[in-house]
């Protein structure tokens, strides 16, 4: 009887939750198919990178009610083998003409009907991935190609340009697929060229080109912690049409001649060391100006005499004219950089409303958890910038800067100092543990320099902070989101011969820095049990206001489902290290994912209230985008494939492919009837 009347009750219960559904569904105001209609032609939404859509189909009200409309999976995933690292799905895609474009961590390009995720084409070109730390391809380019009745029009009118794990850049055409063979070597170009010296595995790049009027510009990651003679940082502009070498950019100190396009096409290798720019590029076409992000100089955690002028452009934004790649200003947002702060983050252009007028700004986000807000044509701070004492160096051959810039406003998004205070622990004895190496660690506050023969505590980590997923802004609003970790690493400095082998040490354990008297040795704060040692929240949205530099709202971002025990995961909202962006919309809504967690969510912009998330197939580490074509529904997509390092570092090597996928997730209302 009791489970007759428990089973009646039930069945009461669901139908009245039925019933109360279809009631919500009854209620819902019909789907409006007017209004703003907008195409994604940029990873960043624009060139600005301002990851903005001026879309409202989908509004605080109804965002409730979004489905998934379609998904496409790649096939391409995989937790490591003996030639790669475990993949990492992160690309942000485009559409352009009711066709989306996007990239898979092994480098094919993916052409599907947008509103349908039918596929029109794929593109392979093959890679050789051997050594790569974890396969991964953020983004392609479009470039729209020749005016109608051009005279010089190409075999390939539209094109899609994307770059390879083995330094490729490669021109398809836009509507076939195919490779467009007036440019460079039919097809492609080598980004090797005029390198000199590279070592397998040791120059890719991973983010998007950039194209900006009939040039695109390329970076590349240079692999972290390997040798003082790195191959070289150089940025370089191609023509969209023919692949020639229009211009190149080096991060030579004053003083020094860097090696010019011209040189190079005579034969002349470009200079070895020089900053390279791994995250995502920006231009402000007005301007005229392309926007780089450089990464600190080499070998990452030394920078004794060996080093010597190279940090002269390294860690800073840097503005280049967009026709000669001449530089027009930089700033550094770390001097003398020994912890691999590397500006990750895109440069952002926004306009920022004074009592005096409108100014031009660019946003230049960092690891170190800074916002500096910068004048857009001398890149002078829109807010006071304050230069700081801050810890010096003791390591034998080393210097560090005697100071170090703070921006005023806005406040940092990551916590200045880590206190006994702020240690912590999930299980019995674990904040005992924790504070006993958190007292046995070298930590002066932020710019702790590493130190030899004892682990350094560096806060933020090496991944930041703020790091490659930047930020969004509503250019209306002035509403800047960005979503940032709080997650602390050690450091050590070794003499090179008290660390005999380093053969199979992974990237983020040990580093060889030839040509240096030092090894550097990088791990995790955690306890005996594996987990933090430092109280949550370790990841954090924040909202600033880009007029006034003011703190609008902060909350955590993302829980520990499946990463707590027993199951309880989800009711900790303690926030997740993270890594990818932000979407904002005209309708006053933010979507992001990045969580390790596995969600996507909606965030009310106004007040920071999450007001809607689905579960995705696998976390993803990546940055969403919408599209609308006219007469159709808003869709909006991200990649839901994880992050292999991340994954790893979660859940160690066994259970690492319960956290990766190959999944393009597409959401969008109920279709009208």
Wanted: hydrophobic share 40%.
């Amino acid at each position: 009887m009791k489970t007759a009347g428990f089973t009646r009750k039930l069945q009461l219960a669901i139908a009245i939750a039925l019933g109360l559904g279809l009631s919500a569904c009854d209620n819902s105001p019909p789907l409006q198919m007017d209004g703003p209609t907008a195409q994604w032609p940029h990873v960043g939404g624009n060139q600005q990178g301002q990851r903005f859509s001026p879309l409202t189909q989908v509004t605080l009200e109804n965002v409730d009610d979004l489905q998934v409309a379609w998904t496409y999976r790649t096939g391409d995933v995989s937790s490591g083998n003996e030639r790669h690292g475990p993949t990492t799905f992160q690309a942000t895609p485009l559409v352009v003409a009711d066709t989306l474009y996007f990239c898979t961590p092994y480098n094919r390009v993916i052409a599907l009907d947008a509103n349908t995720g039918d596929e029109y084409w794929t593109f392979d070109p093959e890679p050789n991935l051997t050594g790569v730390y974890t396969p991964a391809c953020r983004g392609v380019a479009w470039w729209p190609g020749e005016p109608a009745g051009a005279a010089n029009a190409s075999n390939c009118k539209a094109r899609i340009f994307t770059t390879t794990l083995d330094a490729r850049l490669i021109a398809l055409d836009a509507v076939s697929g195919e490779a467009c063979t007036d440019f460079g070597n039919r097809g492609e170009v080598s980004l090797l060229n005029n390198l000199g010296d590279v070592r397998t595995a040791e120059y890719y790049p991973t983010s998007a080109p950039l194209v900006i009027n009939d040039l695109v510009v390329t970076g590349a990651s240079v692999q972290d912690g390997q040798r003082v003679d790195a191959p070289p940082g150089v940025v370089r502009a191609f023509d969209a049409r023919s692949g020639e070498l229009r211009w190149a950019w080096e991060g030579t100190p004053p003083g020094q001649m860097p090696v010019s396009a011209a040189m190079a096409r005579a034969g002349a290798d470009f200079t070895r060391a020089t900053p390279n720019v791994w995250g995502n590029m920006s231009a402000d076409p007005e301007r005229n100006v392309v926007y780089l992000p450089t990464g600190n100089s080499q070998p990452d955690h030394y920078g004794g005499r060996e080093r010597g002028d190279m940090d002269y452009y390294g860690t800073s934004v840097v503005a280049l004219d967009a026709d000669t790649g001449k530089r027009l200003w930089h700033f550094q947002t770390v001097h003398h950089d020994i912890w691999d702060w590397d500006v990750a983050a895109q440069p952002v252009s926004f306009t920022q409303a004074t009592a005096n007028g409108s100014v031009a700004g660019v946003i230049a986000a960092t690891k170190a958890g800074h916002i500096f807000l910068l004048d857009a044509d001398s890149g002078e701070p829109l807010f006071p910038v304050e230069e700081r004492p801050v810890p010096r160096t003791t390591v034998p051959g080393e210097f560090s800067s005697p100071t170090q810039p703070f921006p005023t406003l806005p406040k940092p998004v990551h916590p200045p100092t880590l206190t006994e205070d702020d240690i912590w622990g999930i299980y019995p004895g674990d904040r005992a543990a924790c504070l006993e190496l958190f007292r046995s660690y070298q930590y002066e506050g932020l710019f702790t320099p590493p130190a030899l023969g004892k682990k350094t505590l560096a806060w933020p980590g090496i991944g930041g902070g703020i790091n490659w997923g930047s930020v969004s802004i509503n250019p209306t609003s002035n509403i800047m989101l960005v979503n940032s970790m709080r997650v602390p690493y050690t450091l050590e400095l070794a003499l090179r011969e008290q660390v005999a082998d380093l053969s199979g040490a992974d990237q983020v354990g040990a580093n060889p820095q030839e040509g240096t008297p030092y090894v550097i040795l990088r791990g995790a704060f955690l306890s005996p049990n594996n987990t933090p040692c430092t109280a949550p929240p370790w990841g954090v949205l924040t909202a600033i206001d880009l007029n006034s530099g003011a703190t609008l709202w902060e909350r955590p971002l993302g829980n520990l489902e499946g990463l707590a025990p027993l199951g309880l995961g989800r009711f900790f909202n303690w926030g997740t290290p993270n890594t990818g962006g932000s979407l904002q919309t005209a309708s006053g809504l933010a979507f992001i994912g990045a969580t390790l967690d596995g969600y996507f969510r909606a965030f009310d912009i106004s007040t920071g209230k999450e007001v809607w998330h689905d579960k995705l197939p696998a976390p993803a580490q990546a940055t969403p985008m919408t599209w609308r074509s006219a007469g159709g529904r808003q869709y909006i997509a991200i990649a839901s494939g994880g992050h292999g390092p991340l994954a790893y570092a979660a859940l160690g090597p066994e259970r690492l492919g319960e956290m990766l996928g190959d999944t393009l997730v597409v959401y969008a209302l109920p279709a009208p009837d």
